[in-house]
């Protein structure tokens, strides 16, 4: 007996932006396992090939820099279903940095994104948001906030804003088109297809990659003490097409309530990892808010079988697995800046 997913997405061609990336190839594997016809567009810029190497012969990739409006029309030419991950996804060291930057690339890939869709007309899209879109004085717990009164996240404020504006085009654009337009909101995902970007990088990948390197002592940025909720991409994926399985077009938190402190974190690697370095906090560097995890029960009231498959003691021993096939002997991916 078919899932309900594969119902949903059997026999349909599904366009997957940003799908070599992080969680865009789960995604597209997803998709491929509930019988899809999946094309991902991706410039490669981050994303890689090696994370499509399961699904590569039953894929269609096409090649591009959807900054580039005619790239984007071609990108969803034939395509019944869209889901847009593709975006400039750096750590807080790039963000907090870079506003505008990440404000205007993100700008100009959904705009051409919205406008070859105004023309293509899938028949369902989804685009990826972020927590970043909430204040830093909101609840620790965050449940779907509107989004109309304060600033998004201060360290990722070019990046919430452009998520914040994807979102309200996606609303503007489902009451023009008719189109459904499905919105999810993840917290903070990783994972084993991460692509290493030096300094830039997200904070389990730049955690793991200090602690297997040898370092001693580790530096946290901030407190320390800061409490975050962690999510493997595969359950992000897996919470996003059933999302877009299930018709539900208001804005969906992808996360839970569990959080860890970044010490317990670095506890968790240096174990993981058997080794035992001094461990001390930089608290000149920024480290967002204090408490962040995601209000879970609209997710699991849209997507009832919603479960973490993944938890953190075994996303972290594949994350190590990652360390060592990006930097070990022999590694394929070596190591950016
Ligand atoms: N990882 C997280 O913690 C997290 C949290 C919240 C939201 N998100 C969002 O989820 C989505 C996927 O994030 P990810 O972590 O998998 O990041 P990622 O960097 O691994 O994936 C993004 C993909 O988009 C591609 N891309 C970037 N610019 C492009 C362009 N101009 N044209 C075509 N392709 C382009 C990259 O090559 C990459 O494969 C993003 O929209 C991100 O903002 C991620």
């Not at 907090?96 to 369902?124: G, K, Q, V």
Request: proline letters at 4%; a negative charge; glycine letters at 10%.
């Amino acid at each position: 007996m078919k899932s309900p997913r594969s119902e949903f997405f059997d026999g349909c061609t599904v366009a997957v932006t940003g799908g070599a990336g992080l969680i865009g190839s789960f995604v597209a594997e997803q998709l491929v396992d509930a019988g899809a016809r999946v094309v991902v567009v991706d410039d490669f810029s981050k994303g890689q090939r090696a994370n499509l190497k399961g699904i590569a012969d039953r894929i269609e990739v096409r090649e591009g820099n959807l900054e580039d409006q005619a790239f984007a029309e071609e990108a969803l030419g034939g395509v019944e279903m869209v889901f847009h991950l593709a975006s400039r996804a750096f750590g807080v060291g790039y963000s907090s940095a870079h506003h505008l930057d990440m404000l205007e690339h993100n700008e100009r890939i959904n705009n051409n994104l919205f406008s070859a869709a105004r023309r293509t007309r899938p028949a369902r899209i989804q685009v990826v948001s972020s927590s970043c879109v909430y204040p830093d004085d909101g609840p620790d717990t965050v449940p779907e906030l509107p989004l109309f009164t304060g600033e998004p996240e201060g360290v990722n404020l070019g990046y919430g804003w452009a998520k914040r504006f994807l979102e309200q085009k996606a609303v503007v654009f489902q009451a023009q088109t008719g189109i459904p337009v499905s919105i999810v909101r993840p917290f903070n995902i990783y994972g084993e297809r991460y692509t290493w970007v030096g300094q830039y990088s997200q904070a389990i990948p730049m955690l793991v990659k200090r602690v297997m390197d040898g370092a001693d002592p580790v530096v946290i940025w901030g407190s320390g003490n800061q409490r975050r909720n962690y999510l493997h991409a595969t359950d992000c994926a897996r919470a996003m097409v059933s999302v877009m399985a299930s018709g539900f077009t208001e804005p969906v938190n992808i996360g839970t309530e569990d959080t860890v402190t970044m010490r317990e974190l670095v506890g968790l690697i240096c174990r993981l990892s058997r080794v035992s370095p001094q461990v001390v906090t930089d608290t000149t560097k920024p480290e967002g808010r204090f408490i962040k995890s995601a209000d879970s029960r609209r997710l699991r009231t849209v997507v009832p079988d919603f479960h973490v498959a993944v938890g953190l003691e075994e996303g972290i021993v594949r994350m190590i697995g990652w360390y060592h096939a990006s930097f070990g002997v022999g590694a394929a991916v070596g190591a950016a800046t």
